[in-house]
């Protein structure tokens, strides 16, 4: 579990997936981003509400279809 989580309410978080453009090119994306401060905890980056609306939604949704990918109702041929 993460240290900084004990000075922090985790109650202040909201989900959210920050993609960092760094020279032109697709960084690590965050989850996990402080409402009040608006402040990703991704070592020195930072990001706001803002930043994130400008992703285009392809992309912000990307992150979370991953999983969906490989659920099981999604298979082909499953049990229906």
């Given amino acids: 579990m993460l240290r900084a989580a004990s000075e922090i309410r985790m109650e202040n978080y909201w989900a959210c997936h920050e993609v960092f453009y760094d020279h032109g090119s697709l960084r690590e994306s965050y989850s996990c981003q402080l409402h009040e401060e608006k402040t990703c905890f991704s070592g020195t ?36």
């Fill in 45 to 80: 980056r930072y990001c706001t509400r803002d930043f994130v609306s400008q992703i285009p939604e392809q992309q912000r949704s990307g992150s979370e279809e991953r999983g969906a990918e490989h659920s099981p109702r999604k298979h082909p041929g499953g049990n229906t």
